[in-house]
């Protein structure tokens, strides 16, 4: 494998971190995105556990803790009624927390480092890659072409590389819409705090650095850029009954050009690879947002408190995990 030449697809948090540990084993890529240059645009990121010890690995963690808020307390607010207290520090893990970051904050900090160890060229979008038996043939938008010995795509859950190659994925919409972005509440305790209304949208907030605030929510799916355009403060308004702090969340956006907003769908794959082309991240695996995804490191289970409590729970769909909970107005 040395001296071979690998092209990345993707300069997103995955192609990165590949980048960067190819490097640690003495190998050569060199990254392709097909964003015109890197911009600071987006909310946070929870890094969990995993994440936090790969970063560790390759000697990032350590640089990158100033610019990480780290929670140690997830509440999940069920209907305005039910609570359900993750206590991380609980968890016989390393790094048993939620680090909360600025995401152009990981990005930047991982093309920081990929930029010592590998050429990242920006404006190269892959419209098509080929496997073919020895090589992988690459194409791009703006008429380059290239050949690797090995390709690997990090070109997130709309791969460009995976639908070129044909490998077969099972896609399910999560027929929701979510928007992630900053906010500037005047202070927020160090939880991370996701808010499941009767009406079926989230709410999540988590602390930043810097006096911050992530916020990601429900959004209006198909319409958002209607609703941005046009009647940002009805929409803000339909959020009054989640309570005050939703309410100022919502209020005190600085910039609302700067929220993300996402249609994520569930990508699963047989087989991700077809040498000498192998898929990552999500182009290989994408989850939608749900309670899961703060469960991922493994939470010590813990018993609910009565089937009352479960069967409401189940309502929500939360049924493989037991957590501990509690009333919230006892
Ligand atoms: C609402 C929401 C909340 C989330 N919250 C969390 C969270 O709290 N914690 C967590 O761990 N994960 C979270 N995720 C998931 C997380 O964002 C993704 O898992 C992660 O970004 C995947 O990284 P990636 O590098 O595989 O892909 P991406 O981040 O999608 O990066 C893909 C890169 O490829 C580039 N690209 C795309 N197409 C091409 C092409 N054709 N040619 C060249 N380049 C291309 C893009 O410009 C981008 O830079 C969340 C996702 C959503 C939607």
């Given at each position: 494998?040395?001296?071979?030449?690998?092209?990345?697809?993707?300069?997103?948090?995955?192609?990165?971190?590949?980048?960067?540990?190819?490097?640690?084993?003495?190998?050569?890529?060199?990254?392709?995105?097909?964003?015109?240059?890197?911009?600071?645009?987006?909310?946070?990121?929870?890094?969990?556990?995993?994440?936090?010890?790969?970063?560790?690995?390759?000697?990032?963690?350590?640089?990158?803790?100033?610019?990480?808020?780290?929670?140690?307390?997830?509440?999940?607010?069920?209907?305005?009624?039910?609570?359900?207290?993750?206590?991380?520090?609980?968890?016989?893990?390393?790094?048993?927390?939620?680090?909360?970051?600025?995401?152009?904050?990981?990005?930047?900090?991982?093309?920081?480092?990929?930029?010592?160890?590998?050429?990242?060229?920006?404006?190269?979008?892959?419209?098509?890659?080929?496997?073919?038996?020895?090589?992988?043939?690459?194409?791009?938008?703006?008429?380059?072409?290239?050949?690797?010995?090995?390709?690997?795509?990090?070109?997130?859950?709309?791969?460009?590389?995976?639908?070129?190659?044909?490998?077969?994925?099972?896609?399910?919409?999560?027929?929701?819409?979510?928007?992630?972005?900053?906010?500037?509440?005047?202070?927020?305790?160090?939880?991370?705090?996701?808010?499941?209304?009767?009406?079926?949208?989230?709410?999540?907030?988590?602390?930043?650095?810097?006096?911050?605030?992530?916020?990601?929510?429900?959004?209006?799916?198909?319409?958002?850029?209607?609703?941005?355009?046009?009647?940002?403060?009805?929409?803000?308004?339909?959020?009054?009954?989640?309570?005050?702090?939703?309410?100022?969340?919502?209020?005190?956006?600085?910039?609302?050009?700067?929220?993300?907003?996402?249609?994520?769908?569930?990508?699963?794959?047989?087989?991700?690879?077809?040498?000498?082309?192998?898929?990552?991240?999500d182009a290989a695996h994408a989850m939608t947002p749900n309670y899961s995804h703060h469960l991922k490191p493994g939470l010590r289970q813990r018993e609910r408190r009565d089937a009352a409590h479960r069967a409401e729970a189940d309502d929500y769909n939360i049924g493989l995990f037991k957590v501990s909970g509690h009333?919230?107005?006892?």
């Open positions: 494998m040395r001296g071979a030449r690998i092209a990345i697809v993707g300069a997103g948090p995955a192609g990165l971190t590949a980048a960067i540990t190819a490097a640690h084993f003495g190998l050569m890529t060199t990254v392709f995105d097909g964003a015109e240059d890197f911009t600071r645009v987006g909310g946070g990121i929870v890094i969990h556990s995993n994440g936090l010890r790969v970063l560790e690995r390759l000697g990032l963690l350590e640089s990158f803790k100033p610019l990480i808020f780290p929670c140690r307390k997830l509440v999940l607010e069920l209907g305005g009624q039910y609570e359900i207290v993750s206590d991380y520090d609980e968890l016989p893990i390393p790094h048993n927390y939620l680090a909360i970051v600025l995401r152009y904050q990981l990005q930047e900090h991982l093309l920081t480092s990929a930029r010592k160890v590998a050429p990242i060229l920006f404006a190269h979008r892959c419209t098509y890659a080929e496997a073919r038996q020895a090589h992988a043939r690459l194409e791009f938008a703006n008429g380059a072409r290239a050949e690797f010995e090995v390709v690997i795509g990090a070109d997130g859950a709309h791969s460009q590389v995976r639908q070129s190659l044909g490998v077969s994925a099972v896609k399910k919409a999560a027929g929701a819409a979510y928007l992630r972005g900053v906010t500037e509440l005047p202070s927020h305790p160090p939880v991370v705090r996701e808010i499941w209304g009767s009406d079926g949208r989230r709410f999540g907030i988590a602390p930043l650095t810097e006096g911050r605030t992530y916020f990601y929510c429900s959004a209006p799916r198909g319409q958002w850029h209607e609703v941005l355009s046009q009647r940002l403060g009805a929409w803000i308004d339909t959020w009054n009954p989640y309570g005050e702090l939703v309410r100022s969340a919502l209020h005190r956006v600085p910039d609302w050009n700067a929220v993300n907003y996402d249609e994520p769908e569930d990508v699963r794959l047989k087989r991700w690879y077809s040498p000498p082309v192998f898929l990552i991240g009333d919230r107005h006892p």
